[in-house]
């Protein structure tokens, strides 16, 4: 018997205790998921097969949500923030063994828009600002992980951009300044999108 039939034989047993615990109610079915998904993360620590690793992301995700539903977060919705940042780990992961960057911007944004929505599940008070925040901080993630070596400064200068409408919004917010400054921006920042798209295809063409 060779050792990949030895664990899947472990995995076997140990998924049989498990339905045998659900089936006497000594757990419930999001606490079989997520034991399920440990599992199967410690497996990957054995095999290093990337899908061991998605796949027990993704249950463990699914189980996490139903658990922090249940005994946690009760009445606050906490799926966005979960799905968007099992959406972004496993982009990353991904992104990390293929070294694609349209999974770099996929893993931080979905990261960012995530825990902002779990944000305004907890926070009472108008935080639109801080989304324009997350974004620009995503952008400098992106910077740093993907494009420093590449002396690629587009997603250092869209994050400083975002980081400076985030604290305009807040001082908004705050009533700090009372004329209306959106209007002007939500005709800059097309025209930004576009100067910084043209320099993008000017360099790649370059």
């Known amino acids: 018997m060779g050792k990949r039939d030895y664990l899947f034989g472990v995995f076997l047993v140990f998924v049989g205790i498990l339905f045998l615990l659900l089936n006497f109610k000594v757990i419930t079915l999001e606490w079989l998921m997520f034991i399920l998904s440990v599992g199967i993360l410690i497996g990957y620590l054995f095999k290093r097969s990337i899908m061991h690793l998605v796949f027990g992301i993704i249950l463990l995700g699914i189980s996490s949500i139903s658990i922090l539903d249940k005994y946690v977060f009760e009445g606050i919705d906490v799926e966005r923030f979960l799905f968007l940042t099992i959406l972004g780990i496993v982009s ?89 400054i959106w209007r002007y921006i939500f005709y800059i920042l097309p025209v930004l999108l576009i100067v910084v798209g043209a320099i993008i295809i000017y360099d790649r063409r370059k």
């Open 92 to 180: 990353l992961i991904f992104y990390a063994r293929e070294k694609n960057k349209s999974l770099l911007a996929i893993g931080a944004m979905s990261m960012a828009f995530g825990l902002y929505n779990l944000l305004t599940e907890i926070v009472v008070r108008d935080i639109k600002w801080m989304l324009y925040l997350l974004f620009g901080i995503s952008f400098y993630i992106m910077y740093l992980v993907g494009y420093r070596d590449s002396n690629s400064k587009w997603p250092r200068e869209i994050g400083s951009v975002m980081i400076i409408i985030s604290l305009v919004f807040l001082l908004t917010s705050q009533t700090m300044l009372k004329f209306p």
